[in-house]
């Protein structure tokens, strides 16, 4: 009985992903995790976690401190092409994990910031922009793992790369 009433309040509750039906899609709403200062989490144990925050069409400000953040994107890409571009909008971000996973399994990671290399960058600009793959019409999360002092708002969108470009020239 306690089974059958959690997995009723998981589906009710349950975030609806973001469709990404167009090169260009602000990502509006997600889930965040503030890790405790005496712990480090491993992204197993933050994809396990009932402790996520649910935003929707609001921004959280994360404040100037050492705190490390997660954010966790719901998204489904219905478009006709899995490669895209993850646009963070805030360049001053130190240092990034993202990780891109699929029915449990962990399909992509990847680092960034501030203070990764220029020429490791998918795109070489002072943006933070990853390279991800999204499988097509399925439900994904993309965790970040956010280490910075200069953490303020955080702002994201998922684009083509004409989109990009045009963004950030």
């Not at 712990?39 to 996520?52: A, H, W």
């Not at 401190?65 to 899995?82: A, E, F, G, R």
């Amino acid at each position: 009985m306690v089974i059958f009433i959690y997995s009723l309040f998981s589906i009710l509750f349950s975030v609806n992903p973001i469709l990404i039906q167009s090169d260009g899609q602000w990502i509006d709403k997600y889930s965040y995790l503030v890790e405790p200062r005496d712990q480090t989490f491993t992204i197993n144990q933050v994809m396990v976690s009932s402790d996520f925050v649910f935003l929707d069409g609001e921004n959280k400000n994360f404040g100037i401190n050492n705190d490390v953040v997660w954010l966790k994107y719901s998204v489904k890409n219905q478009t006709n092409s899995p490669e895209k571009y993850l646009l963070i909008n805030n360049p001053s971000l130190d240092n990034i994990e993202l990780y891109i996973v699929y029915k449990g399994e962990i399909l992509q990671t990847q680092t960034g910031g501030r203070l990764a290399s220029f020429k490791d960058r998918p795109i070489r600009t002072k943006s933070i922009i990853f390279s991800i793959n999204l499988p097509l019409d399925e439900d994904v999360d993309v965790y970040l793992k956010i280490s910075s002092v200069n953490k303020t708002i955080i702002t994201s969108s998922i684009n083509s790369l004409e989109v990009i470009d045009s963004l950030i020239n």
